[in-house]
Nanobody
Framework: VQLQASGGGLVQAGGFLRLSCAASGRTFSNYAIGWCRQAPGKERKFVAAITGDGDRTFYADSVKGRFAISRDNFKDTVYLQMNTLKPEDTAVYYC??????????????????WGQGTLVTVSS
């Protein structure tokens, strides 16, 4: 699976962005998709995930209620709608794919595929 993340940019605190993760190469619906982020000088952290069929979603406590993950299996794309952005959301955001959901949820686990990352900068 090849993953292409896009949609990052510069936004003021309180604003919103929508990230996209477009996939190609395999049966998209077989893969759970997750978003992780890495702030400067910090480790990569789990943000959100969605099952292959889109029925279940998962969020880190820090983004719950502000971010929403969704997918369109006809377009082979996963979205991360990010609302009420805060300066601490500033990071490079990566999407990842794996057949095993728990490997997506556990940030210590290796993932089968990663996208290249998209930078989100939230100014105060």
């Amino acid at each position: 699976v090849q993953l292409q993340a896009s949609g990052g940019g510069l936004v003021q605190a309180g604003g919103f962005l929508r990230l996209s993760c477009a996939a190609s190469g395999r049966t998209f619906s077989n893969y759970a998709i997750g978003w992780c982020r890495q702030a400067p000088g910090k480790e990569r952290k789990f943000v959100a995930a969605i099952t292959g069929d889109g029925d279940r979603t998962f969020y880190a406590d820090s983004v719950k209620g502000r971010f929403a993950i969704s997918r369109d299996n006809f377009k082979d794309t996963v979205y991360l709608q990010m609302n009420t952005l805060k300066p601490e959301d500033t990071a490079v955001y990566y999407c990842a794919a794996d057949r095993v959901l728990y490997d997506i949820l556990d940030e210590t686990k290796a993932k089968a595929y990663w996208g290249q990352g998209t930078l989100v900068t939230v100014s105060s």
